[in-house]
């Protein structure tokens, strides 16, 4: 079983970039495709990108698509997005979990917050 941590959530204005990390333990980090999601105040938990186990093949919700990027290391069992022109409505904590297709697998982290002023 993986078990995954997110950091690298904090407090942006408007057009900023933050880059989150998921650091895995467990089992093989590199044959599990891997995943983020988002859940705003008020609002549902949604999909926001994944990964292929090789790296390869990403998938992206329209929201962020063309200001987000997904990408993994799988040497050092982390996965990253990378999220630039921040917007406020990105406002929200994040998660990370292995994935199949856009449905997550495992039980979730604590997440790490992401506040975006305007």
């Known amino acids: 079983q993986v078990q995954v941590g997110e950091s690298g959530g904090g407090s942006v204005q408007a057009g900023g970039s933050l880059r989150l990390s998921c650091a895995a333990s467990?089992?093989?980090?590199?044959?599990?495709?891997m995943g983020w999601f988002r859940q705003a105040p008020g609002k549902e938990r949604e999909f926001v990108a994944s990964?292929?186990?090789?790296?390869?093949?990403?998938d992206y919700a329209d929201s962020v698509k063309g200001g987000t990027t997904i990408f993994r290391d799988n040497a050092k069992s982390t996965a990253y997005l990378q999220m630039n022109s921040l917007k406020p409505n990105d406002t929200a904590v994040y998660y990370c979990?292995?994935?199949?297709?856009?449905?997550?697998?495992?039980?979730w982290g604590q997440g790490t917050q992401v506040t975006v002023s305007s």
């Open positions: 467990g089992r093989i980090f590199s044959t599990y495709a």
């Open positions: 990964i292929g186990w090789r790296g390869v093949n990403t």
């Open positions: 979990n292995a994935v199949l297709g856009r449905n997550p697998m495992l039980d």
